[in-house]
């Protein structure tokens, strides 16, 4: 009883966080509009937003689960870069030429969340500056897309559709925000619980379980444009959501509840998605990921996945 339980908590915080986060960006796009942004700007700053992971890593981090807050960061960017990229492209192969400086910051960009493992605990000075090269990366991906394609999401389209008034913006926005804590609660709770009464190492839930459940919809999203004729917009989408995961996530996480660092997570979890992100980036140099790039990627993803098994 206790593990269906476990298992019916994590399920529907899972289904909870993807839906509410859906909610929060028509609100926030809403928003947007009425304080004058662009459609083109809009589209571009909200289109790699992952509210769900922020939610989820708070709420594990005020429960002491620290192997399921970072999980929602770094595992989550590793599905991200591994699963939803190789998979993608063999659903349909990337062909994709990309501004070098994009690349460089994608590149970048999980180095510097090291910042914020330094120490026993994520320090709020180190998320202050994740927040700030984020916003510094996301202006000059906001400028060098009005040259290139890049930035577009579906959701926000679809939002973008569906004009909404200042009552409705609003009530959305705040729904939206209480509701995917609410799903993050169930998310981290769940997780707890099923480490508990199944006995899964908590870093392979973190890490590899609970991103994989909430991220799966990436593979989707990054497929489908490719499949239309628009890679750009698959590729440029998931380096836009990879800055969104490493800088902004953390940075937002690690202000509102500074999370405890495990030595896993330094030796372990943030080597593997810098090499993993440096891979992806370095078949985006040459011209993009075919099928087999793809395989290689998922190979490496079942590594990760078999390293936090026999990991001790």
């Known amino acids: 009883m206790d593990i269906l339980l476990a298992i019916l908590l994590f399920a529907a915080g899972v289904a909870i966080a993807i839906w509410s986060t859906e909610r929060l960006l028509e609100g926030l796009v809403g928003l947007a509009f009425l304080v004058g942004l662009s459609t083109f700007v809009v589209g571009a700053l909200l289109s790699?937003?992952?509210?769900?992971?922020?939610?989820?890593?708070?709420?594990?981090?005020?429960?002491?689960?620290?192997?399921?807050a970072l999980g929602s960061v770094f595992g989550g960017a590793t599905f991200?870069?591994?699963?939803?990229?190789?998979?993608?492209?063999?659903?349909?192969?990337?062909?994709?030429?990309?501004?070098?400086?994009?690349?460089?910051?994608?590149a970048l960009a999980p180095v510097l969340v090291g910042v914020a493992l330094v120490g026993p605990m994520t320090s709020r000075a180190a998320a202050a500056a994740l927040l700030v090269a984020f916003a510094a990366a996301m202006v000059y991906l906001v400028r060098a897309s009005r040259q290139q394609r890049l930035l577009e999401s579906a959701e926000v389209a679809e939002a973008e559709g569906e004009r909404r008034g200042p009552i409705m913006a609003i009530s959305l926005t705040v729904f939206g925000l209480l509701a995917v804590a609410v799903g993050g609660?169930?998310?981290?709770?769940?997780?707890?619980?099923?480490?508990?009464?199944?006995?899964?190492p908590a870093a392979l839930m973190g890490m590899v379980i609970a991103p994989a459940a909430i991220e799966l919809e990436e593979v989707i999203r990054q497929a489908v444009p490719a499949r239309e004729g628009h890679p750009e917009?698959?590729?440029?989408?998931?380096?836009g959501t990879l800055l969104y995961?490493?800088?902004?996530?953390?940075?937002?996480?690690?202000?509102?509840?500074?999370?405890?660092?495990?030595p896993q997570t330094r030796t372990l979890d943030w080597p593997f998605l810098v090499l993993a992100t440096w891979l992806a980036v370095f078949f985006l140099w040459r011209g993009g990921v075919g099928r087999l790039e793809g395989g290689i990627l998922l190979v490496a993803y079942a590594t990760y996945a078999v390293l936090h098994v026999v990991w001790r």
């Open 48 to 68: 790699g937003l992952e509210a769900e992971n922020i939610a989820v890593g708070v709420a594990a981090s005020r429960a002491d689960a620290p192997a399921i």
């Open 80 to 106: 991200l870069v591994c699963v939803a990229l190789g998979l993608g492209a063999i659903i349909a192969p990337l062909e994709v030429t990309l501004p070098r400086p994009f690349l460089l910051i994608a």
């Open 185 to 200: 609660e169930l998310v981290a709770n769940g997780a707890q619980r099923l480490v508990s009464h199944l006995g899964i």
């Open 233 to 239: 917009v698959s590729a440029g989408n998931l380096l």
């Open 245 to 262: 995961f490493t800088l902004f996530n953390l940075g937002v996480i690690a202000l509102i509840a500074p999370v405890r660092v495990l």
